[in-house]
């Protein structure tokens, strides 16, 4: 590849992605509106020759057409992203979501690109009842928004790769943790200990498992699969997770331990801690193991790094108190 569109670019994962790409030799063209995406994350990368920002909405459809003309791939990271709060804005996740995807995939149909990454999500396996939950699990039952209209993209990223002949490669992550990582629950308890030492409130019962990934697995595992299957049409689909899980309150225990803190806990109670909270997610990466791929570093290290990262850049956190 030597020319790529990252949508989110500015974003945790996407600025992380475009970084990898660039230092691989793609000139890199990065798409984003700056909402939750940040400056400082692609201030590096501007530097380089042939990587630009383009700042704008993913539904404008003039300034996709502009940004992926000459691309070789399309890596469509960007997304609204707030499960917890969904229902209180249910017409987000469609329109930032999958209408969006519907605009990416006709500004590529436009200007003649082929090749697609989708960033979706474990979420659209709602609670399933196999685990290591496999790409191929019974058709799950939905239980928040934001996995629904990822479903939603998916389906309308298949049909494309059937219809127009694209290659579409499509990943489903577990959460992610690392360096310039700015929501979800370690961010949400560093925080909160921040601002309060002594006191923690935790939403369910606090024996909800997840699975994270470190973000560096996570785009080398991206970069696996998009060398795999370059001009490969259909479309191929991948869990991206780790092999382990951590319970919420052991993840608590981390970084109280980092902070040296040691606060009252409150649960609210429940095995869950808002709709949508799946009490266990656990991905079987046997797919994306098959072509050579495996995590480097644990969760309790993820987690590490990723308060490290918390600590030499409070400008991510500080304002945010």
């Not at 990898?20 to 400056?39: H, M, Y």
């Not at 399309?74 to 979501?97: C, I, K, M």
């Amino acid at each position: 590849m030597t020319r790529v569109c990252v949508t989110g670019g500015a974003g945790f994962i996407g600025s992380n992605l475009a970084d990898r790409l660039q230092a691989e030799g793609a000139e890199v063209v990065v798409v984003d509106n700056i909402s939750t995406g940040r400056r400082e994350f692609v201030s590096d990368l501007l530097k380089r020759p042939g990587c630009i920002l383009m700042e704008g909405d993913v539904l404008d459809q003039d300034l996709l057409k502009r940004a992926f003309t000459g691309c070789d791939w399309v890596f469509h990271l960007q997304a609204n992203a707030d499960v917890r709060y969904g229902l209180d804005h249910p017409t987000l996740d469609l329109e930032q979501n999958t209408v969006a995807t519907s605009r990416v995939l006709e500004a590529m149909r436009a200007t003649g690109v082929r090749q697609i990454v989708f960033a979706s999500t474990g979420s659209i396996y709602g609670e399933p009842i196999v685990f290591p939950t496999p790409e191929d699990a019974p058709f799950p039952v939905q239980t928040s928004l934001y996995g629904a209209s990822k479903l939603a993209c998916e389906g309308l990223v298949s049909a494309y790769a059937t219809g127009y002949d694209f290659t579409a490669v499509i990943c489903r992550f577990v959460s992610i943790l690392g360096e310039r990582y700015t929501h979800g629950h370690v961010f949400d308890f560093y925080r909160a200990l921040k601002r309060d030492p002594t006191h923690l409130k935790v939403l369910g019962d606090g024996r909800q498992e997840k699975s994270y990934l470190y973000v560096q697995d996570c785009v080398s595992a991206i970069l696996t699969a998009t060398s795999f299957h370059e001009n490969e049409p259909g479309a191929h689909v991948y869990n991206l997770g780790t092999e382990e899980t951590v319970v919420v309150d052991d993840s608590i225990g981390v970084i109280t331990d980092y902070l040296k803190a040691s606060p009252t806990v409150e649960h609210t109670g429940g095995d869950l801690g808002w709709v949508g909270d799946s009490p266990l997610i656990l991905l079987d990466t046997a797919r994306i193991q098959a072509l050579g791929w495996k995590p480097q570093l644990s969760i309790r290290d993820a987690i590490l790094r990723t308060l490290d990262w918390f600590e030499a850049n409070e400008y991510a956190w500080r304002n945010q108190l």
